[in-house]
């Protein structure tokens, strides 16, 4: 019997590579399990444009809100320690630098008939610090699944009017009134991250 139990522990991978999927797009990453509880991920990522759901918005002050789109693009390097003997719990610290841009328009334009007018919201600070809990990815060869919870500390976002200048001119108290809502209810800095992903360890 405890022959047959040692044979049936899953043997340990000194390397994985897998794909994630986060709300800053999808990423590959490639990871060195240093021992059973430690492991080192340098991971990239991107996103594509596109547009944020609605229900996922903060309620704006500005009658009409904002509708958003974004895209990112981000290369990271990542230590996960594995306190447990069960090696599935895990704590994830890393460091990332990279950019998300953002551009907001408005739900309503200044004037009937004419484009709604936009902002852009861009996180280009580098580096930003990551922190999260992580469960799953065992450091073991064959399929490995796995989920992480944490969050990015920025230096937070810069908020930029876009639209056309006239627009400024005429409507300027109340596009800096916008601005500033934008900038407390969407440019935070921190940015909350759910991470799902799977690997091949080897």
Do not use: C
């Amino acid at each position: 019997m405890s022959a047959f139990a040692q044979d049936a522990t899953p043997e340990f991978a000194d390397y994985s590579a897998g794909l994630a999927i986060s709300p800053f797009g999808p990423s590959i990453n490639l990871t060195y399990n240093v021992d059973a509880k430690n492991s080192i991920s340098a991971g990239f990522g991107f996103s594509p444009e596109v547009s944020a759901p609605d229900a996922l918005l903060p309620d704006f002050e500005t009658t009409g809100g904002f509708s958003a789109t974004g895209t990112s693009s981000w290369l990271g390097v990542f230590w996960r320690h594995r306190p447990l003997e069960n090696q599935n719990f895990g704590v994830n610290l890393g460091m990332a630098a990279g950019q998300i841009e953002n551009t907001l328009t408005a739900g309503l334009p200044f004037h009937e008939g004419e484009d709604p007018h936009t902002f852009s919201v861009n996180y280009t600070e580098n580096p930003v610090m990551y922190m999260g809990l992580s469960y799953g990815l065992k450091p073991v060869k064959g399929l490995q699944v796995g989920v992480d919870i944490g969050m990015l500390s920025t230096g937070g976002a810069s908020v930029a009017y876009t639209g056309h200048a006239e627009e400024m001119d005429e409507h300027e108290e109340e596009i800096e009134a916008q601005m500033e809502d934008i900038q407390d209810k969407f440019a935070w800095s921190i940015l909350p991250n759910l991470q799902i992903g799977v690997a091949y360890g080897f």
